[in-house]
Every structure is written in structure tokens, then in C-alpha cells.
């Protein structure tokens, strides 16, 4: 009885340590591909499914990683590629289940990617108001989606490791709440008032 109550503790601490940390495998999607990553798309089965899986936090250590710099790094190579030509992108997109967007800040001057970890949205608010999506993982497909027009976003500053809150408007907050449902398993289309073919 005493050894396991011994024993108990140390694997919870065991456990602990290594929570959150990026996989091998991970590590292999992040550094296995060139600059420009692939994106998985609803209309390959496996690709579907994984898109419907839930994403998780980096800890500490990988966002100091040289694994957390190259995916950041190839997140923004890949949805500014032309053969993408996106406003955003999510971690399950590029094959990792982990809370990572990139977004275009047209609320900023210059409108700069903009690389998001352990990111959430806290609060919602403002108009809800309906516009035109599309997704880089749903080809051939665009929709009428309803949004809320403010929302305070929360993510971790890989730099310094402290949690950073943000409020956004318009367009931009549109980006997020598509990007933050990807983490969720949601798909536009999931929300979407009316969808249509878009054959360009
Ligand atoms: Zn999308």
C-alpha cells in the first residue's frame, strides 16, 4: 500500500513534466516539409476526420522550441503562398492538433500575419453580422456565415510566456472566431446560413 502511494504521485509528477510537449511525430510534420506545409482538406477522408479532432496547448518549453519558430515560421509561408492566398490559418489545418492560428491583421497598418498560440477567445460581443467565408480545407465552397462584429481574443506571447489580451473588430474578429472554431473541430460550413459552389 505505502509503495503505491509512492508510486501514484511520482507517475502524476512523471506525467506532468512531459504534458503538452510536442511528439516526435509532431516534430516530424513541423520539420518533414518545406517551407510551404500541406493543407488537409474535408474532401480526403482521413484529412476530414482530422479536422474534426480537438487541438491542445503548447507548453513553455515548445514555445521556446526551435520546433514552435519553424512552425510559425511555415504557417505564414503557407497561407500567403499564392497557391493558398488565405487571411488565416489554424493548426489542424497543417496537420498538428495544437492551438495555434495565423491571421491577417487587416486592423493593423501594413495588415501583417500574425502568428497566435494557446489562443481562445474569451468574450463576444458587438452586432452579430453575416459575410462571406471560405476555407483553404473546404475547396470549391463558400458560405454565409453570422459573427459577432467584437471579441476579446487571449493567447500566449512565446516571447515572454505571459497570456496577452486583445480586442478585435470587424473583418479581422471574423478571422479569429473562423480560425479559434478550427481548434474546436468547427467548420464554417458547420455555421454557415447558406452555402454555395465557388468554382474559381
Ligand atoms: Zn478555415
Not at 503557407?78 to 489542424?92: E, H, K, L, M, R
Amino acid at each position: 500500500m505505502r509503495i503505491i502511494r509512492i508510486i501514484i504521485p511520482m507517475v502524476i509528477i512523471l506525467a506532468g513534466c512531459t504534458k503538452g510537449g510536442l511528439t516526435k511525430q509532431e516534430k516530424a510534420v513541423i520539420s518533414g516539409q518545406g517551407q510551404v506545409m500541406r493543407v488537409l482538406t474535408v474532401d480526403n477522408r482521413e484529412d476530414s476526420l482530422f479536422l474534426r479532432g480537438e487541438s491542445i496547448d503548447f507548453s513553455d518549453r515548445d514555445l521556446k522550441s526551435r520546433a514552435f519558430r519553424e512552425l510559425a515560421g511555415k504557417m505564414v509561408s503557407t497561407v500567403t503562398d499564392p497557391s493558398q492566398d488565405g487571411v488565416g490559418i489554424a493548426g489542424p489545418q497543417v496537420g498538428l492538433a495544437r492551438r495555434i492560428i495565423a491571421v491577417q491583421r487587416f486592423d493593423k497598418e501594413g495588415e501583417p500575419f500574425e502568428v497566435y498560440p494557446n489562443v481562445r477567445i474569451e468574450s463576444f460581443s458587438g452586432d452579430i453580422v453575416s459575410g462571406q467565408e471560405g476555407c483553404l480545407s473546404v475547396p470549391g465552397e463558400r458560405g454565409s456565415v453570422p459573427r459577432y462584429s467584437v471579441v476579446v481574443v487571449s493567447y500566449k506571447d512565446p516571447l515572454t510566456l505571459r497570456t496577452v489580451r486583445d480586442t478585435v473588430e470587424g473583418f479581422t474578429a471574423v478571422i479569429f472566431q473562423h480560425e479559434t472554431d478550427h481548434l474546436d473541430g468547427i467548420l464554417y460550413t458547420d455555421r454557415a446560413d447558406s452555402l454555395w459552389v465557388d468554382d474559381r
